[in-house]
T-cell receptor
Framework: NAGVTQTPKFQVLKTGQSMTLQCAQDMNHEYMSWYRQDPGMGLRLIHYSVGAGITDQGEVPNGYNVSRSTTEDFPLRLLSAAPSQTSVYFC???????????FGEGSRLTVL | KQEVTQIPAALSVPEGENLVLNCSFTDSAIYNLQWFRQDPGKGLTSLLLIQSSQREQTSGRLNASLDKSSGRSTLYIAASQPGDSATYLCAVNWLGSSNYKLTFGKGTLLTVNP
């Protein structure tokens, strides 16, 4: 059972570079989201999607872009990386909008 | 403001002890509440999901209770083991929000000493 798969697990970027964090789930979940986790701040929602073609902003969306072309995939794009985006990023999915949430293993990003 | 608080931030207990982790929330209008476990360097694993109409949920040695009127949930761990050492987080799904607008507490770091 793959569940929610995130790649890469680790990434180092220079300020101004762009990159995409990949997220895929094989549970046919309609709902997917991206969180960032920072020490002392807890988990904060970046963007979420309620189905293919539908996305919306969360609490901290600035500097990030998402799209949802298929049910399975929900990539997170950093447009121009900044040191403030150094964090651990988690992708999560759920079958329903109020159901049990399943998380990926996380992607640790460092921006120099 | 809708907030979720977990106290204490860290807890250390000897193996075999029964323990309670606390989660409080500021608004009683919730849809459900979830408890998660996070091991170092790993993602979150769902432990228990309690709907607003439920008072408690049990899974093995874990029992989660919910008291909406007082804005509190507790996670009871029976006969703790070193393998239970992890950070435990609770998250609230507020009425009128989607699952992806969960509000997380900052977690309680549990250490169970052999």
């Amino acid at each position: 059972n793959a569940g929610v798969t995130q790649t890469p697990k680790f990434q180092v970027l220079k300020t101004g570079q762009s990159m995409t964090l990949q997220c895929a789930q094989d549970m046919n979940h309609e709902y997917m989201s991206w969180y960032r986790q920072d020490p002392g701040m807890g988990l904060r929602l970046i963007h979420y999607s309620v189905g293919a073609g539908i996305t919306d902003q969360g609490e901290v969306p600035n500097g990030y872009n998402v799209s949802r072309s298929t049910t399975e995939d929900f990539p997170l794009r950093l447009l121009s990386a900044a040191p403030s985006q150094t964090s651990v990023y988690f992708c999560a999915s759920s079958y329903t909008n109020t159901g049990e949430l399943f998380f990926g293993e996380g992607s640790r990003l460092t921006v120099l | 403001k809708q907030e979720v608080t977990q106290i204490p931030a860290a807890l250390s207990v000897p193996e075999g002890e029964n323990l309670v982790l606390n989660c409080s929330f500021t608004d009683s209008a919730i849809y459900n509440l979830q408890w998660f476990r996070q091991d170092p360097g790993k993602g979150l694993t769902s432990l228990l999901l309690i709907q607003s109409s439920q008072r408690e949920q049990t899974s093995g040695r874990l029992n989660a209770s919910l008291d909406k009127s007082s804005g509190r949930s507790t996670l009871y761990i029976a006969a703790s083991q070193p393998g239970d050492s992890a950070t435990y987080l609770c998250a609230v799904n507020w009425l009128g929000s989607s699952n992806y607008k969960l509000t997380f507490g900052k977690g309680t770091l549990l250490t169970v000493n052999p």
